[in-house]
C-alpha cells in the first residue's frame, strides 16, 4: 500500500453496496428483499441508538406488561418491537410479521408484500439494564399463498429450511449486523459517525470444534442423564464455560472462536426454552451456512415442522463436532425412551 493510499485508508463496502452487489449475482432478483434487508439495517441503526443511551433516558426496566410467553415485558423489548415493526411495515414488501412480543400474527396491510418475516426484537432481555451485549433475531421467509391477500398461517409456519435469509444484530462493544440469503454468512460493523455498516467479516467459517461451552448450569440438577454427562465431559476436555445470557452475544461468540451453546430441556423448560421461528431457525441457517452445526438434540433443527408461531425447542449448535459429541451423549437417552414407549 503506497503513502499516498495510507494518507486515506478505503473505509470499505457498505451493506448498502454489498447487498446490491449480490443481488447483481441474482439476475431474476427485483430487488424487495434487498430492500428488505436494508429496512431491517435502518431499524437496527435506530434501536441501536436507543440502546446506547438507555442509562440516560428512561427506557430502563420494566414496561409493566407481560408477552405471550409470561415474561416480563422490558420498555427496550417494547421498543425495539415497534421500530421493526414499522420499518418492515412502512418498506411495503412484508406481508406477516410473527414476533416475540405479539401473541398474533402481525398483518401490515402490504397485501402485495412477498414476504413473512419472524422475529426477536430484543434478545438477552435480562442483561438490558446491566450494559451486556444484547441483540435482534430475525428470519425471512417468501409468503406460499399468492398476493392480494393478507398472509396464512401456512406462510407463517413453514420450516426453517425454506428460510431465504435471516440474521442477527449484536448490540455490544460495537454493533455488527451478521446475515445469510443462503450464500455465505457476512459480518458488518455499525460506524455511527457514518452511520453506516461496513463489512467487516466476509465469508464467516466457524472453526470445526472448539474448547468454550454455554450453558446455564445453574439449572443442571434438573438436566436429563445425557445432558449431564456432556457437561462432564467438556469439564474434562478443559473446556472453557461461558455463558453471558444473551443468546445472540453466546452464539456470535462460538462462531466466530468455536463452541457449542446449549440450551436443553430440563424440569422448568420441559420443551426448553427459545423459540424455533425467531430464536432457533434463524440461528440455525447462519450457523449451516458457515459450517456448522444445529439441533433439537436428535433431528436438525432446520426440518422441525412448526406448529405454533412461539413454538419453543431445546437448542444445541456451534461448531459441528462438539453439536455432534452432544448428540452421542443425548443418543442414549433418546433410546432409553423409545424402549420405555415401546
Ligand atoms: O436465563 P436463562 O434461562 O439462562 O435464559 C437465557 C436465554 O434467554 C434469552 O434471554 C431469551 O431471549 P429473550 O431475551 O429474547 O426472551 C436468551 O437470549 C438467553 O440465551
Ligand atoms: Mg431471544
Ligand atoms: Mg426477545
Redesign the pocket.
Known sequence: MTNHDKLALPVGTTLDRFIMRKQEDFPYATGELSQLLRDIALAAKIVNREINRSGLIDIAGAYGNR?V?G?DQQKL?VIANIRFIRALRNGGEVCTIIS?EDDEMIQTGNTQGKYVVAI????????IDVNVS??T?FSIYRRVSPTGNEGTTQDCLQTGTHQVAAGYVIYGSSTMMVYTTGNGVNGFTYEPSLGEFFLSHPNIQTPKTGAVY?I?E??SESFTEGMKGFVAYCKEQHYSAR????????FHRNLLKGGI?M?PTSQ??PNG???LMY?CNPLAFIVEQAGGKSSNGRRRTLELEPRDLHERCPLFIGSPELVEKVEEFLASEFAHDAVLKG
Not at 426477536?120 to 435480562?126: C, I, T, W
Open positions: 408477552n410467553q415474561e423489548d416475540e426477536d426484537p430484543l434478545d438477552g432481555s435480562s442483561n444484547i441483540g433475531i454455554s446455564n445453574g439449572v455463558y453471558i445470557g444473551s443468546l445472540v452475544a453466546d451453546y440450551y422448568k423448560a426454552k427459545l423459540r430464536e
